[in-house]
Structures are given as structure tokens and as C-alpha cells.
């Protein structure tokens, strides 16, 4: 899809790298008609004034105002799209009876392919406003229905990889909702692939398919089996929840001895392109495993609250190299913001590392290492999550596709306060990060297109 190029003039924030703030003050940025930054210039440059000339002439210049930052678009790496509508009640149960008592009914609800379009209508609407530029999506066993997701998505301008659930072993899923069978599981997922290749044929697609077992519990051997011989075929994302629980890792342990990452591996469901929910009870060989293949941990600090009953190892990870991001994990979390996600994943982090137990001596109450610093979840929001799942975007770099939030500090109802003999741009930043809500949220683009504002 062609836009027209446009010239924008602003400060700028993003982190390029994991442990690196860098600020891009009153620079230039051309993105062209495919969406693309095309170029970033710094002031003084002898290019500038003649392409902010060129684009004022053109009617194509975008000026920020003074309060008003550049960020980029925020990707979430974990979402529940069919679970929207329960999204803030129905945690009172662990993660095994919560699935049963209310998730599973919700979701067989989405045969109704009309109410699949309202709900999920409603759930992008939501999401863009709240800066989610990219998203992956879990939907349902429905291909009618996730196919109306990657529908909505692609309408409304989301960058999307958008899963048809498999979930076919009848010990584990009610008979009003699952997959008849192996057989059907893995057949409804390729016709659900190629389907949405169809519906976006564009050599950079802005929705994509994700192969989506629900977790291994739900699956049956033969489903997994077939679901990695697709994953091979295809060479799609693939998405899954890993060691999300204690009962989740016990339960795969007893079916095969080994944990959730080492049995998705053998299955092949575990790629470059694959992202783990969760993961909070892998080790260290886990690790490994996950990082040699190239994995992706979606790491959602806020529903870990409530159904995991342990905190990700996330310094571990990091130090490790692996490629993690952030997910809300709507309806598991509450909230679908991903600011909110970056200080759950802070306030997470340092309770991990400093510890709860106020009887223990304060060397013995934490685990080792430093807490995250609001750099890196922010950058876990963007950069992190857009490197897991191998896209060109969650940072500003020429070639990057150009998904961008425009923050301002100065909205109505804003909780930003800035002082501008006080702040400097890095605490502007940190300010944006901890305190930035929707009602900051001015504009958003997704490859070149405003979608919000």
C-alpha cells in the first residue's frame, strides 16, 4: 500500500540497543511512500533545511510542538484477542481452573462469527490508542473467526501476527471447545495460513500467521507433530505458553519427561521465529536451548502475578543474550497497556533482585544480579520485542518501517509533569516511560500511516 511521504520535525527517543538511551533531538525524518524511514537527519546537516523547505512547500511537514516527543510504536508480544471481554475480572482461580471456569466458555463463544467482529472491532480501536503498533494474537480455534481478527487488523492498520489456536486432546479441553482431532487441528491451521497469506499477499505483509498450540497440555502428540512439520514447511512465526505455571511444568514433565522448551523442540515448534508466554520456571538449559535456537520469551510480568506463583528470570535472561520482549497478555493482565507492562516488568524485576521476605537478612533475600532500568523496559516494549520477532521496526533506524508514537506531555488529564529548568531530555524520557498514559498518546502511525489521531 503506497502513503503519501511525509516530513516530520521532532525530538526523538528510542533505545537501538538494549542498555542505550539515545536521543535524537529536533532531528529530521522523511518516510516514504511505502512506509519506510527513508531518511534521519540531525540539525545542521547541510540536507536539512532543504528537505523541511521542500516538505513545507509539498504540505507534507509535520512539526512537533513544543511537550510533544517521538516514540516508537510499542509491540506486544503476548495477547489473548478473544479474551478481551473479560479483560479486569475472573482472576480469582489458579491458571488450570480459570482456563475451565471461564477462558474456555468465552472463547467457544467466537463460533459467532459477528460477535468475533464486534469484539475484536473494539479490542485494535483499543490497542492503537494505547500505542500498541505491533501485536500477537491468539484467537481461537475458530478459522472463521481468527481469520475476521487478521481482517480487523489489517483494516485498521495494525501490524499483526494473528494465531488459530490448536488445542485437540479431549482430556484437557471441554467438548464445546476444541479441535476435533489431530487431523482437523493441523489441517484448519494450514488452511488458516493460507489463507491469511492470501488476505495480505504484499512482499512485506503487515498481518502474518502464527502457528499457535495453545500450551502442551492441550495438545496431543500427534497435533504437535504435525504442527512442526508445518512450522518447517512454512517457515512462519510460531507461538506457544512455556513453563507458565507450576502445574503447567509439572505437567509436562509427568507426559515426557523433560521440560516445555527441550519436548517443543523435539516437536520443531521451537525456531527463530518462535515466542514462548511466559517461561517462567525455564532453567538454565532451558535458556541455552531457547537462545541457540533463536527463540523469543514474551515476558508478562503482570498476569505472572496471578498465575504463575514465580517471577521470569529476566536479568538471567538478558545476560544470556536472549531475545526477549513484553507482553500484556490480555486477559491474564488487566491492563492493555504497554507502559503499564514496562513498570510491572520494573517493579517485577526489583522485587526479584531485592527480595520480600522482611525476616531474612538482606543479602539472603533477593535472587542475584541488578534490576532493569526503565531503558531497558522500555526497550524490551520496542526494540526487544521487534527483535524477537525479526521485524524491521521498534526503533528508528533508514530502512526501518516507520511506526511511531507522538507522547504529549502537555494533554489534558496528562500525569506528565515536566519543568524545563529542571529536566533534562533523559529525564523527560524516564518521565514519558513511568508516567505516559493513553491520554499522551496523540498520534499514531503504523508504517507511515496514522492510525490514531
Sequence with gaps: MTKEPFTLIGTAFHTPERCRLEVLQDHLFSVDAQGRIAEILAPGRPEYE????????????????DGQFLLPGLVDLHIH???????????????????????????????DVDYAREVYADLVDNLLANGTTTALYFATVHVDASLALAETCLAKGQRALVGKVAMDDPEQCPPFYRDADATSAVADTRRFIEAVKVLDPQERPLVQPAITPRFIPSCTDAALQGLGELATEFGCHVQTHCSESDWAKQF?????????AASLGGFGLLTRHTILAHSNFIN????????????????CPLSNVYFANAAFP???????????????DISGGYSPSLFDGCRHALSTSRTLQSGVHAGLPPEQRGAPGEPITHQEAFWLATAGGAEALDLP?????????????????????????????????????????LNAARANIAMVWVRGRMVVG
Excluded: C
Design 50 to 65: 532543504a528537505r523541511a523547505n521542500a516538505a513545507r512547500q509539498a504540505g507534507t511537514l509535520v512539526l512537533l510542538a
Design 314 to 328: 529476566l536479568r538471567a535472561a538478558l545476560d544470556r543474550q536472549m531475545h526477549v520482549g513484553l507482553g500484556t
Design 284 to 299: 538454565e538449559p532451558d535458556m541455552d536451548l531457547i537462545k541457540e535456537k533463536g527463540a523469543g520469551v514474551a515476558h
Design 393 to 433: 521496526t521498534g526503533s528508528f533506524r533508514v530502512g526501518h518501517e516507520f511506526d511511531a508514537l507522538l507522547i504529549d506531555t502537555k494533554a489534558k488529564a496528562s500525569n506528565i509533569h515536566i519543568n524545563a529548568a529542571d529536566d533534562t531530555l533523559e529525564d523527560v524520557f524516564q518521565k514519558i516511560v
Design 252 to 260: 509436562v514433565e509427568a507426559r515426557f519427561g523433560q521440560t516445555d
Design 81 to 111: 484477542a478473544p479474551q478481551w471481554p473479560q479483560m479486569g475480572k475472573a482472576l480469582d482461580v489458579p491458571l488450570e481452573v480459570w482456563l475451565q471456569k471461564y477462558t474456555f466458555p468465552l472463547e467457544a463463544r467466537y463460533a
